[in-house]
């Protein structure tokens, strides 16, 4: 009754954050409402035992991205003047009639309780509210799942793919610290748009 | 709330929110904030999903794409600062000259 409940109010919040995000004028708004749907979705992780991943997505997603996003609009100005002439002829409304069916397939499907879980080889059985004990993800059960501490062999965890998301992770920085710095640099050839 | 479906149809109604909102608007930082809203319903799956079926590989993909889609702000928004240094806009219908 409590999840019934949590998942009401959360979700309620989780679409309009996402609708400010789409349908805002004001960058700053469509921050905040994408900050909201981020928060929603944090306490789901909770309510399925994945406190990790609810740590780390309110410090890493509304703690620093949205932070950086907020960085980036107040640095670039607030731009409400944007145009809406349409370059390709009746994207918006083709796209908006494409968004609705999905949606709107999806609710139905959803009611009538169409979709059926199956489980991989290995897996447990479909069982709600005894698997939630079961991946209750604590730091220390998720660190021994990713870097494969319960296994015999040494290259069954995670190990390899986080070294490589690590290494992903610096050449992003220097990337970015080179986008800022070394600018000038990149005016020497003639661009194109001082050629127009 | 005897199984994931509700969690997977509300991640799904963000999704298709999410990727209207990245085909129709303009601004630049409007359709990342847009492309973060789908990897975020992604996640959610993945959640739910990893719930239902029992293990954790759910919870370490989760991990995955937050580190991925963290690199993916860092370069797309130092790109954006660029862009507008140089053009002085944000909208990326403006970005044409590679129209050929």
């Known amino acids: 009754m409590v999840e019934v409940i949590l998942f009401a109010v959360f979700g309620t919040v989780a679409i309009a954050g996402a609708l400010t995000v789409i349908l805002a004028r004001n960058p700053i708004y469509s921050a905040l409402g994408l900050m909201a749907t981020m928060f929603s979705l944090s306490v789901f992780y909770i309510m399925h035992l994945a406190h990790f991943v609810a740590a780390i997505q309110i410090i890493v997603y509304t703690g620093a991205v949205m932070t950086l996003f907020l960085f980036v609009i107040m640095l670039i100005g607030v731009d409400r003047t944007e145009d809406t002439a349409e370059q390709l002829p009746n994207q918006r409304r083709i796209v908006i009639g494409l968004g609705l069916t999905i949606a709107i397939t999806t609710v139905v499907l959803t009611v009538g309780q169409n979709f059926k879980w199956v489980t991989a080889p290995g897996s447990g059985p479909v069982n709600w509210d005894a698997n939630a004990d079961a991946t209750n993800g604590t730091i220390q059960a998720v660190g021994r799942v990713l870097f494969g501490a319960d296994t015999a062999e040494r290259t069954a965890g995670w190990a390899l793919p986080f070294e490589a998301v690590s290494l992903l992770l610096i050449v992003a920085a220097v990337g970015a610290i080179a986008l800022a710095f070394f600018r000038p640099l990149r005016k020497v050839g003639p661009s194109p748009v001082e050629d127009e | ?100």
């Open chain 2, 1 to 100: 709330m005897a199984g994931p479906t509700p969690y997977m149809a509300l991640a799904f109604i963000l999704f298709v929110i999410g990727a209207t909102g990245l085909l129709t608007r303009r601004n630049a930082l409007i359709m990342f904030m847009s492309v973060e809203l789908m990897l975020n319903a992604v996640n959610l799956t993945f959640v739910a999903a990893g719930r239902a079926i029992g293990n954790f590989t759910g919870q370490i993909s989760v991990f995955f794409v937050l580190v991925v889609a963290a690199a993916e702000v860092v370069v797309g928004l130092a790109i954006i600062v660029a862009v507008f240094q140089k053009r002085n806009s944000a909208s990326v219908d403006e970005l044409s000259e590679m129209k050929g």
